[in-house]
């Protein structure tokens, strides 16, 4: 065991020296967050110094991006109502009949929509879980984000359910096997300086097509 001599009084920090270090701590804590924490996190730059670091550019980039992310999802389901025939500058060939007990048909359709600078859209199939539909989608004019999903009836808040997503792509195509009974489809949103036109081909096994957005 040892024995440690307690330091003399003389030698603890006074009230003053106290004050000061901490002073200087937040004064140093300031310069750094307006300094390197607001231009690489927020693009907030008051000072200059993050520009000529870099780091302001980081910052926007973020932001951009956290922008962005936010405003390509998808509205509620309960607002996805307006049917396909409803959209301007669209033009959909109506599905086959039904089968009997609402089982999914062979169906075949082509949908053109044209998207205005920001503007976005959603198409959706009424499928059956495990149902299968072949799609290929190409815009004209530029690249648009995509986002395709699905949404069973009723659906809790927040739910998702992808089956792929993209930025500035100009076309894309595939299969989509529904993992559940309910609408299943795609989100397409212009970020485009200029007008794009999206056209659609599905075929496969759905009993209705609508544009929900």
Known sequence: MYNTDLPARAELPSSRQLLRSTAIAFVSASVLLVAAVLP????????????????????????????????????????????????????????????????????????SITLKPGQAAEVKLDMRKGAKVTYRWASSGGGVNFDTHGDPPNAPKDFYHGYGKGRDTKQHEGVIEAAFDGKHGWFWRNRSPAEVTVTLKTSGEYTGIKRVL
């Open 40 to 111: 690489a996190e927020y693009g907030i730059d008051p000072t200059g110094i993050g520009r000529l670091l870099g780091l302001t550019k980081m910052g926007e980039i973020k932001t951009t991006l956290a922008a962005e992310a936010a405003q390509e999802i998808p509205p509620a389901v309960e607002n996805r109502a307006a049917p396909v025939a409803q959209a301007q500058a669209a033009a959909v060939t109506a599905p086959e009949a039904p089968s009997p007990a609402g089982a999914p048909s062979n169906a075949a359709d082509a949908v």
